[in-house]
C-alpha cells in the first residue's frame, strides 16, 4: 500500500464535523435560529447525543468594546438590553452541559430582563446564572465571545453566522437543520427527529 493511502485512511475515517453558530441577543434572525430551530430541537431528550466527532458551539457576541471608568465593558449593536442580555447567556452557556446550555441560552434570546427569572427556575446552577449575569464576571465571559469571534470567524461581516469545518454556510444561518442534518455525522442525532 503506498503511504499516501496510509496516511489518508484515518483522515477520513475521524473526519469532525465542527460547527460554529454566532448570534446576537436582539437580533430577529438570531431569534428565528435559536427560538425557533436550536431550542426546540435540543430540548427533545431524543436529540440530546451528539456523536463523538460532533462539535457545535455557540457563541452570542457583543459587537465591541467601550471604556467605562477604566473598565472595559462590551458593546452591542441593539443597545444596552441587548448587552445585557448576552451577559446572561455566556453565563448560562458556562453553567450547563451542552443541551441545557443551548435551551436556557434559546429561552433568554430576544427577551426582556424580567423574563430570564422564567428561562433559569429549572436550572441547577440558577442562583450561580443570576449572580454572574450582573457581575464583572458575566463582562468578561461576553468579552471572551467577542474575542472568540475574531478568533474562530475573523471574517463574519454578518449576524447571524454559522460555519461549518471552517466554512460560512448561509443555508444554515435561515434552516439550520435542513442543512446539519444532511451531515453523516449527525445521522443518529437528527434521525429521532420524527419520534
Ligand atoms: C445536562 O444537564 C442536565 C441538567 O443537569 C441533565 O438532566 C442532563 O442529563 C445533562 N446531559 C448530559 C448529556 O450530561
Not at 110 to 120: A, N, P, S, W
Request: proline share 4%.
Amino acid at each position: 500500500m503506498n503511504i499516501f493511502i496510509l496516511f489518508l485512511i484515518p483522515y477520513v475515517a475521524f473526519a469532525k464535523l465542527e460547527i460554529e453558530i454566532f448570534g446576537l441577543a436582539k437580533c430577529p434572525h438570531t431569534n428565528i435560529l435559536f427560538k425557533n430551530q436550536l431550542g426546540p430541537f435540543f430540548a427533545k431528550k431524543n436529540h440530546q447525543k451528539l456523536a463523538d466527532d460532533v462539535k457545535i458551539d455557540w457563541h452570542i457576541i457583543p459587537t465591541g468594546t467601550k471604556q467605562v471608568n477604566g473598565k472595559v465593558v462590551a458593546t452591542c449593536p441593539h443597545g444596552t438590553l441587548e448587552c445585557e442580555l448576552a451577559k446572561f447567556q455566556a453565563c448560562a452557556k458556562k453553567y450547563s452541559n451542552f443541551t441545557t446550555g443551548i435551551v436556557t441560552v434559546s429561552c433568554i434570546q430576544g427577551g426582556k430582563l424580567e423574563d430570564i427569572e422564567k428561562c433559569l427556575e429549572n436550572h441547577e446552577k440558577r442562583e450561580e446564572i443570576r449572580n454572574c449575569g450582573v457581575s464583572q464576571h458575566g463582562e468578561d465571559l461576553l468579552f471572551g465571545e467577542h474575542m472568540m469571534r475574531s478568533k474562530i470567524a475573523p471574517n463574519s461581516y454578518h449576524i447571524p453566522w454559522v460555519q461549518i469545518n471552517g466554512e460560512r454556510n448561509t443555508e444554515a444561518e435561515t434552516d439550520f437543520f435542513k442543512i446539519i442534518c444532511g451531515f453523516q455525522q449527525m445521522k443518529n442525532t437528527c434521525s429521532s427527529t420524527s419520534q
